[in-house]
């Protein structure tokens, strides 16, 4: 995609701190990050969020994942590893070219997490909900 600042960074146009490249994972570090060492992994072909990669894409997109964060794990000397996907505007998502945060987190970071817990009204609610999935994942 021509507007695509992720794109622009795969195509070269736009220059990065590259970490990593194969022939369908390009990462490279946040430029705002939350801590030092703040990778995004994204795949190189344009697809707005993971949701919409064919399921190979986004294996590769996966494994890329599992291979960086122990490599942020290393590098970094990080006591834990948030890997993140902000999936659409509500989520979050900032850049609509699929991505993956791997933020490296130590106990005296300032990064939070959180949110208010909702529970289902009854068994009955959550049930319904449960179906509903379940017959979405069969599709």
Not at 9 to 25: A, F, H
Not at 61 to 88: F, Y
Request: charged share 30%.
């Amino acid at each position: 995609m021509d507007d695509c600042i992720f794109c622009k960074l795969v195509k070269g146009e736009i220059p990065c701190s590259k970490v990593y490249e194969d022939e369908n994972i390009f990462a490279f570090l946040d430029i705002n990050p939350v801590n030092h060492g703040h990778t995004l992994v994204i795949p190189k072909k344009h697809y707005e969020t993971v949701l919409e990669m064919p399921e190979a894409e986004g294996v590769a997109l996966a494994k890329a994942s599992v291979k960086l964060g122990r490599a942020v794990k290393k590098a970094t000397g990080c006591e834990g590893i948030n890997l993140l996907h902000n999936i659409g505007k509500a989520a979050g998502q900032l850049v609509f070219h699929a991505h993956v945060h791997l933020i490296p987190r130590f106990s005296h970071d300032t990064m939070r997490l959180g949110w208010d817990r909702k529970k289902y009204e009854s068994r009955a609610q959550e049930e319904e909900y449960r179906k509903k999935v379940e017959a979405a994942a069969r599709k």
